[in-house]
């Protein structure tokens, strides 16, 4: 099973730095800081690096080796990593197999983004993509996903309480890019940018990094701070599907949760802790189900319960999410990661889910005509 790893792996350390518009900082001044930190929560210095991973969408060739002359590491394999939104978590899907089978006791994985080059909009696509040919863009694609939802099964009320949710969250998360928290009639009142999402239903571009440092068991032992086993690790392409296909059951995070739940294990009503992928407000609906949180038709009724908020059965995105902490693209899953460590670890300050002891991470990437989504990953963890 590809979810699953030949021997125990775990997250000693993580960082990351506030999401938000860092217009002078470069991709190597946005990472450096990250990476310090991350060693140092580990206990681990920087000489023992042995490889390391580096996801991101815009940065260039060599991102990974500019970011680490900066601190004075070289010699040792890395790897660059572009799977659009799933970039970091790729990265650390990479990461966590090699030092698995043995091939590396400590590795670093590091996500990181600098949106605000291209001075605002939606980010480009592929040209050659038909779909992008015709305009396609992803708040079009999304909303074409929450036409369906309220089409089929729920109200616009429903897409405004999951970014009321999101807001509230991120008010708790002094790394977050937006951390006022707003109301449903704000929600609906915002701009409009691709009907029926509103601006305050779509996650805000930015920049960003963060770092997470993966050991294996034998350097798990020897260190004295706190430690996260990674469960399950599953990364899937999508699906060719030409023609009519049904945009409220996204297979290839059906499927990939389903695999990571066989790895680990375990199931969803198990997990305290899930940092998802709503880049759109319909996303986190959507998600609900495909990640067996609920029943399908039931993702709306899960929320307004207050069930995947603090004190109900299972919170989702307790960091504010990527509505609230921004969604700098290749850095997102690192930064799902670097949230669920402090989590499981009793480290979130303010946003703190009490007693939290296994967690989840899912995050997609990329619009490809014919495909659900070009990319998804999904982790499990649990408190070591």
Partial sequence: MSGQLEAPTYVVGAAMIPMGRHRDCSYAGLAVGPVLDALRCAGIDRREVQAAWFGHSFGGMLTGQRILKEIGIGGIPVVNVDNACSG???????????????????????????????????????????????????????????????????????????????????????????????????????????????????????????????VSEAVRRRLDGPAVELLASVLHSGTLELGARDMLRPEITVDSAREAYE?????????????????????????????????????????????????????VNPSGGLLAKGHPVGASGAAQVAEVFWQLTGRAGDRQVEGARTALTHVTGGGIAGLDHGACTVHVFRSA
């Avoid at 050659?128 to 009320?157: C, I, N, T, W």
């Fill in 263 to 315: 790895a680990a294990g375990l199931g969803p009503e198990e997990l305290d802790v899930v940092e998802l992928h709503d880049a759109f407000s319909i996303a986190e609906l959507v998600y609900y189900e495909a990640l067996g949180l609920c029943p399908a038709g039931e993702a709306a009724s899960l929320l307004h319960r207050g069930e995947t908020t603090f004190g109900g059965r299972v919170v």
């Fill in 88 to 214: 970091g978590a790729t990265a650390l899907h990479q990461a966590a197999r090699a030092v698995a089978a043995g091939e590396h006791e400590v590795a670093l994985v590091v996500g990181v983004e600098k949106l605000t080059q291209f001075g605002g909009g939606t980010l480009p696509l592929v040209a050659e993509d038909p779909e992008v040919q015709q305009g396609m863009v992803m708040p079009a694609l999304y909303a074409m996903r929450a036409r369906r939802y309220l089409h089929d099964r729920g109200s616009l009320a429903d897409l405004a309480a999951v970014s009321v949710k999101a807001r509230r969250h991120g008010a708790r998360n002094p790394l977050a890019q937006l951390r006022s928290e707003v109301t449903a009639e704000q929600v609906l009142g915002s701009r409009r940018i691709a009907d029926p999402l509103t601006l305050f239903m779509c996650c805000p571009t930015g920049d960003g990094a963060a770092a997470v440092v993966l």
